[in-house]
């Protein structure tokens, strides 16, 4: 099967080592993808709550240029990553094909840009691709060091199975926990892995914001993670980056590695952590980098 | 010619009803009268302010004599209504009831329509489809069956019983079919009910044993119906008797085997006490099980795993009652009517998986708790936590698998009341802190709402508000190594994190697993939800849209026990009803087969959704059972030889009533008869 792919701006920029382990394991796996020609941002969450027309025409004429690209394709599958561009294109699936007057608005707009939105696109996350059109099967076959011993938290965020429960339970995810289970890791059962991480609010009001990344954290390691895996370049970025203003605040000494599942499978497979984006992390995953090459961390 | 169709020249009444300002306030009624008039073969023409009522009755009647009126329409309300009514006048007037029509311009005009103009105009169309139709109507013989006096009961809980006693009562045969080893059903799992609070063993044993003892009830406990056939009156039912290693009319109950299982410790989880406690092989469900008889669980013991086991149980009993080598047995029996009362499954509380149970050990469902309550449960009637700890503080989640749109829409009426009974209840036997989580509080039944207030006053504490998650992630001190209910409290308007130690989940009502098995071995219908769909809502609560077949209890719906046996008090006495005329009449609307135009091809035979269409292989013809056809017509339109007419829906009623419809366009189907209408 042919994907398109749609990065949103986190990954080519705080999140370049979700792209970078991403694709790297796409290929590996033999993924066929192409990237989206001229792509915008999606408006992410904000935007709908400024103006709700135009944040559905932006993150349509993504769709749009999917079915451009695609047009001879039967099934247009579009593959965004991030959790926050996941949730949007999906609810702008949603609302369009649900409100006729909406759509006629926004196709309206598009076609001032020369584009057509009819509303055949399949948005999909690289989760969902990876466990249901690859196969749990196939991923454990492809890992050449499993990742025997290392306990991993997974983290899904608020955003990637809520509100849309379009591959997995919405209170339950199980997705990632399968997807560590098959790389050869136990997975941590822990009770907050749909708990929201501050979003936004660790750098805007960080009172609200850190205790939220805190409680997180600390609960993650209580039920002895080494490592927490997630799918959000925002999550990712918020548990790991202020790990030393949670320290300071709560007086406390958390030094949990928090990465992307795709590093996590990368390293399993092993691709090189050039190619993973590992450098590019500030909490060195100690355990798993000594558990897939039996000896130094290895960073460029 | 056709028209005459026994009686003459047609000589047609018209009445239309203004169903006092339902009809008239919508279509003009005196027009449509006027303009029927004018119509050929119509005699009179009249509109009237209630036709059903009986001086409207008695209008038709003496226009049949004083006219010699042969054919009688009546333009009223839907036929599902008084289609029967006018056809009994008819019928008094001395004309075949079915050379009466009805055409409905209530609910296909009047009450869809607000332009009285056009209103007015389709009921015309209407009304000269139906005056056309009548034309070709032929007087109509109803059959009658006689009716088998014995009943069948399908399912012993607490509404089997009350159906079986009724009708033995009653001085009739039945007999009481029930899967488990015993009757009782869930009732017999319960400590309390409510309102009231009496125990539900001291009223539900007596009926069990009243079960067992009467004579004119045969027992079947430990027994499935395999197969039914036949028809209201008449039915054949195959029963199958699986093995219990017992010889049930052996044994007496005195549970030495179960002393002298090789096991010297029970080891299995008790179904009956949803495995809070443990069973032998050998086992009795519950002390007061009816029959008192005990079964050998062949997954369990021993002796079917290896065949090498010493048999102790064998030497004990001194009545050779146990036979390990048993196999399943047949049994046919006749009855006329049957009742089913198969009850209802507990949602599955792992289906709702942010309550943590089956993850947190201390999260019960709620007929866990009431096996725990129990005097005779597991634990004497001692409410503990499974580590065994007294709870001091208790937390009952409502609409567990009820009113959801992730899980089950419905209300499953019984989980408010039976949590306010368990709440009191826990009170009283650990004086624990309880919190009920509801999002409406529903107590619609009598002393409910009195039983709601009370536990108000004892203390109960009731937050508004759906639960979002059990978890046991401690956020505060007075939380760590408990259970944390969080939840907004809708009433004050903040999100709360309740600490307990015992988490009970109101878990729903739901059709039971085989709910589709079994309606299709009967032949009824399920509604959307999968629980047995009755004839209608509010006036055949009971009733199946096959005859002879009713429903009671909570196969049909969530319901308490009072409902389950007012149901299962009216599933009897249609059966009784039936019994005591003796005979049913048919309605004769059924289909035939022209036997010289059927090819044999059989395509009619698997379409029939009644099964009464069989082949008959001496002539290789089809053949339809009238008894069980119900007219609906789709083996008439799926003949390809068009060998096979159907009373009151043949051709020339069908394309003349379609011409009279297409006339208002001016359009002439040119239908077959409609040029050579007879008419004086």
Redesign the interface.
């Known amino acids: 099967m042919k994907y398109l792919y749609y990065p949103g701006c986190s990954l080519k920029c705080t999140g370049r080592a979700y792209e970078e382990s991403l694709l790297a394991v796409f290929k590996a796996l033999k993924i066929d993808y192409t990237e989206i020609e001229d792509w915008n941002c999606c408006g992410a969450t904000a935007y709908m709550a400024v103006d709700e027309v135009n944040a559905f025409s932006i993150a349509a004429r993504n769709l749009a240029l999917a079915e451009k690209q695609f047009e001879k394709e039967e099934e247009i599958q579009v593959i965004a990553p991030c959790a926050a561009c996941y949730m949007v294109l999906i609810k702008t699936m949603k609302y369009l094909n649900e409100s006729p007057a909406l759509k006629e608005k926004t196709v309206h707009a598009l076609k001032e840009a020369g584009l057509n939105f009819t509303g055949r696109v399949k948005v999909r996350h690289p989760l969902d691709v990876l466990i249901n059109d690859i196969g749990i099967e196939a991923i454990a076959k492809a890992k050449k060091h499993p990742l025997k011993g290392i306990k991993v938290a997974s983290y899904y965020g608020c955003q990637t199975v809520r509100p849309y429960s379009t591959f997995d339970?919405?209170?339950?995810p199980q997705t990632m926990d399968n997807l560590v289970k098959a790389l050869g890791a136990e997975p941590v059962?822990?009770?907050?892995k749909t708990r929201c991480c501050g979003g936004s609010l660790t750098g805007t009001v960080a009172e609200v914001g850190l205790p939220l990344s805190y409680?997180l954290l600390k609960?993650a390691a209580r039920h002895g993670a080494d490592v927490v895996v997630t799918a959000c370049p925002l999550c990712q970025f918020n548990l790991e980056c202020y790990q030393t203003d949670i320290n300071k605040k709560f007086n406390e000494d958390i030094n949990l590695p928090v990465m992307y599942f795709s590093q996590l499978m990368g390293l399993a497979m092993d691709i090189p952590q050039k190619e993973l984006g590992m450098q590019r992390l500030f909490v060195k995953p100690e355990k798993v980098l000594k558990t897939v090459k039996g000896g130094e961390p290895a960073y460029v | 010619m056709s028209s005459t169709n026994g009686n003459g020249s047609p000589r047609i009444g018209f009445y239309v009803c203004h169903c006092g300002h339902n009809i008239a306030s919508v279509v003009n009624v005196e027009e449509v009268q006027k303009f029927v008039a004018t119509l050929p073969g119509v005699i009179v023409s009249r509109d009237y302010k209630y036709m059903c009522s009986d001086p409207g009755q008695e209008l038709i009647q003496n226009d049949i004599k004083e006219f010699k009126l042969n054919r009688i329409v009546v333009a009223s309300c839907s036929p599902l209504l008084h289609e029967h009514t006018f056809r009994v006048a008819a019928e008094k007037g001395g004309l075949n009831p079915y050379y009466f029509h009805m055409i409905n311009i209530r609910e296909n005009v009047s009450w869809v329509n607000t332009d009285k103009v056009m209103a007015t105009e389709k009921a015309k169309d209407l009304a000269r489809a139906g005056i056309q139709r009548v034309f070709f109507h032929k007087p109509l013989i109803k059959k009658e069956v006689p009716i088998n006096p014995a009943v069948m009961i399908v399912g012993g809980g607490i509404a089997g019983i009350h159906a079986a006693l009724t009708i033995a009562n009653a001085g009739k045969r039945v007999y009481l079919v029930e899967r488990e080893a015993t009757i009782g059903g869930h009732m017999a799992m319960f400590d309390k009910t409510f309102p009231t609070l009496d125990c539900a063993a001291c009223i539900l044993t007596p009926k069990m044993s009243a079960v067992k003892n009467n004579p004119n009830i045969t027992l079947w406990t430990y027994a499935e119906v395999e197969k039914v056939e036949g028809f209201v009156g008449s039915y054949k039912a195959t029963v199958r008797h699986k093995p219990r290693y017992i010889k049930e009319d052996l044994c007496v109950g005195c549970m030495d085997c179960i002393d002298a299982c090789i096991y010297k410790e029970a080891k299995y989880p008790d179904e009956f006490n949803q495995g809070l406690s443990m069973r032998k092989p050998v086992y009795i469900p519950f002390p007061q099980a009816t029959p008192q008889v005990v079964l050998v669980d062949p997954e369990t013991c021993i002796d079917f795993k290896s065949r090498r086991c010493k048999k102790t149980c064998i030497e004990a009993c001194d009545r050779d009652a146990i036979d390990l080598h048993q196999i399943d047995t047949y049994e046919e029996i006749e009855v006329g009517t049957i009742i089913l009362s198969t009850g209802f499954k507990p949602f599955d509380a792992k289906r709702a998986p942010q309550y943590g149970y089956g993850k947190h050990q201390n999260v019960f469902t709620a007929l866990e708790v009431e096996r725990l309550v129990n005097a005779s449960g597991p634990t004497n009637g001692e409410v503990l936590t499974r580590d065994g700890k007294k709870p001091k503080s208790v937390g009952i989640i409502h609409c567990v698998g009820s009113r959801d749109a992730k899980t089950n829409k419905w209300c499953s009426r019984v989980c408010c009341m039976y949590s306010l009974k368990l709440a009191h209840l826990i009170k009283e036997h650990t004086d624990a802190e309880v919190y009920n989580f509801y999002i409406d509080m529903r107590t619609p039944g009598k002393g409910y709402e009195e039983f709601y207030d009370k536990l108000l006053k004892e203390g109960v504490h009731f937050i508004r508000g759906r639960v979002a998650e059990v978890t046991d992630w401690a956020l505060m001190p007075e939380e760590k190594d408990r259970l944390t209910i969080r939840v907004e409290d809708t009433l004050i308007g903040t999100v709360r994190r309740i600490p307990v130690d015992m988490v009970v989940l109101a878990t729903g009502l739901v059709p039971r697993d085989d709910a589709q098995e079994i309606r299709r071995m009967f032949n009824i219908s399920c509604s959307n939800e999968g629980f047995f769909l009755e004839r209608h809502p509010k006036l055949a609560p009971v009733s199946t849209f096959t005859d002879g077949i009713f429903i009671a209890g909570a196969c049909q719906g969530p319901k308490d026990i009072p409902d389950s046996v007012a149901q299962a008090g009216a599933a009897a006495a249609e059966a009784l009803s039936l019994i005591c005329a003796g005979k049913i009449e048919l309605e004769p609307n059924t289909a035939q087969i022209i036997e010289k135009d059927c090819s044999g091809c059989k395509s009619c035979i698997p379409l029939c959704p009644y099964s009464a269409i069989t082949f008959k292989d001496d002539i290789q013809k089809a053949y339809i059972n009238e008894a069980l056809c119900k007219g609906c017509g789709t083996c008439v339109a799926a003949c390809p030889s068009g060998s096979i007419i159907q009373n009151l829906f043949e051709d020339e009623e069908i394309f003349s009533e379609i011409d009279g419809l297409l006339k208002f366009a001016g359009l002439e189907t040119g239908a077959l008869c409609s040029t050579e209408m007879e008419v004086q």
């Not at chain 1, 339970?169 to 339950?172: L, P, V």
């Not at chain 1, 059962?189 to 907050?192: M, R």
């Open positions: 339970d919405q209170r339950d059962d822990w009770p907050l409680i609960e």
